[in-house]
């Protein structure tokens, strides 16, 4: 069974500040990686996915990840937050042989500080 | 180009009472996947229609059901509602399976009195 783990509940970052959050996930095969954002009361909008190829991967809105096969990781970072980057952000693993159903993680809410 | 829509956007029901959700994919997509999130957790899935069909099924009891059209529009039903089952739910759709970037829809926010 594939799990997702978020260690961070919650990350506070100051404007203009660097972020990084961190995701570890368990699957028994190649994995297919997502980072997902949700504004409050608002569906899940993708920042980036990884199939297959460049371990770096870059998304919408500056956001790019780093996929480490040998940590089980994908953290997604950020050079420099914006006040519009507060908000829920959720890793989640795919399996295409369960159908492409989508494990999340718990979730780490960012706030930024002006 | 229309993204997922869902309705209601809220609905509040009462222990015992039943509920149907409703989701339209996004134009082009064939298959319709349903998360619940419970409020300060990940979503957790439900279940995934294609071809009218249901073709995977979360940790969900029977009380959880579903429907896909023709159209490829989708309906969730819960039963017998419990207080556990207030959260946002939300519908996601694709294009096939198993391949297929899901896009997602607004959510619903059921809550159960």
């Known amino acids: 069974a594939q799990s997702v783990t978020q260690p961070d509940i919650h990350i506070t970052v100051s404007e203009g500040a660097s972020l990084e959050l961190r995701c570890n996930y368990s699957?028994?095969?190649?994995?297919?990686l997502f980072w997902y954002v949700q504004s409050p009361g608002q569906g899940l909008q993708l920042l980036l996915k990884?199939?297959?190829?460049?371990?770096l991967v870059q998304g919408i809105k500056g956001f790019e990840a780093e996929f480490k096969r040998s940590q089980s990781s994908f953290n997604l970072r950020k050079p420099s937050v914006h006040w519009s980057d507060a908000a829920e952000y959720f890793c989640?693993?795919?399996?295409?042989?369960?159908?492409?159903?989508?494990?999340f993680g718990g979730g780490t809410r960012v706030l930024v500080k002006p | 180009d229309a993204g997922v829509t869902q309705s209601p956007t809220h609905l509040i029901k009462t222990r015992g009472q039943q509920v149907t959700l409703r989701c339209s994919p996004k134009?082009?997509?064939?298959?319709v996947s349903w998360y619940q999130q419970a409020l300060g957790q990940g979503p957790q899935f439900i279940f995934q229609?294609?071809?009218?069909?249901?073709?995977q099924r979360g940790n969900f009891p029977d009380r959880f059901s579903g429907h896909q059209f023709p159209n490829y529009s989708s309906e969730l039903n819960v039963n017998a509602l419990l207080l556990g089952d207030s959260a946002l739910y939300l519908c996601?759709?694709?294009?096939?399976?198993?391949?297929?970037?899901?896009?997602f829809g607004p959510g619903t926010r059921l809550t159960v009195l």
């Open positions: 996601a759709s694709s294009l096939g399976i198993p391949r297929g970037e899901q896009f």
């Open positions: 699957y028994g095969a190649t994995p297919y």
């Open positions: 990884y199939f297959s190829g460049d371990t």
């Open positions: 989640a693993v795919g399996a295409w042989a369960a159908g492409n159903k989508l494990t």
């Open positions: 134009s082009g997509h064939d298959t």
């Open positions: 229609y294609y071809e009218e069909e249901e073709r």
